[in-house]
């Protein structure tokens, strides 16, 4: 991660974000997701892996509620360009963007993601299973920060995934 840093998205990131996602996915889906999100109000945060002249990585957050309560994140779509990874960008991007949910006072992330991958951030699929959503399984894994939050519940995800 020499000479890479991690910052807010602007507005004026739309199109190199939507670039890359097409470059990382083989669906325009993910592109979608993240538009739609910022037009809703669901996004609670957009990060993106710089040079300081292209960017390289990117990480959605956006809100969850757990009960019908605005408490919890979920993370995704997330993207490096394929050239760049497997060179640490992605866990960056996920270590830093945990730190701002955690600080913000989300009780819990999920994601639906891969098992292989997640799971070395602290994610595990048996901290979601009891948490109703429109997805279920190994790849649906929840990070907890903390005990005192709510174990179980109904998710409400945003719009953009077609809730
Ligand atoms: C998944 C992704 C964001 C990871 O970013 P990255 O910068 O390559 O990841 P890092 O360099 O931080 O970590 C590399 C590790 O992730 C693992 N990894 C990368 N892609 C993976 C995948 N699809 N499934 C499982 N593990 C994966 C690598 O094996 C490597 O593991 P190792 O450290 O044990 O060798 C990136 O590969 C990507 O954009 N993939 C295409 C889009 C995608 O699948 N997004 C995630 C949707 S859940």
Redesign the pocket.
Known sequence: MKDIWIRQAREDDAEAITALNDA??ATKAEARIITELARDGDSLYSLVAHNDRDIL?HIQFFRILIDGADIAAGL?????LPDR???????GLVKFGLALMEGAGREAVFVL??P??YPRFGFCADAAAPFQAQWSGPSFMALRFGETGEQAGQLTYPAAFGA
């Open positions: 990382a996915f990585g995704g779509p997330m993207s490096v990874q497997r060179s640490g960008i992605g866990s993601g891969h292989a991958y």
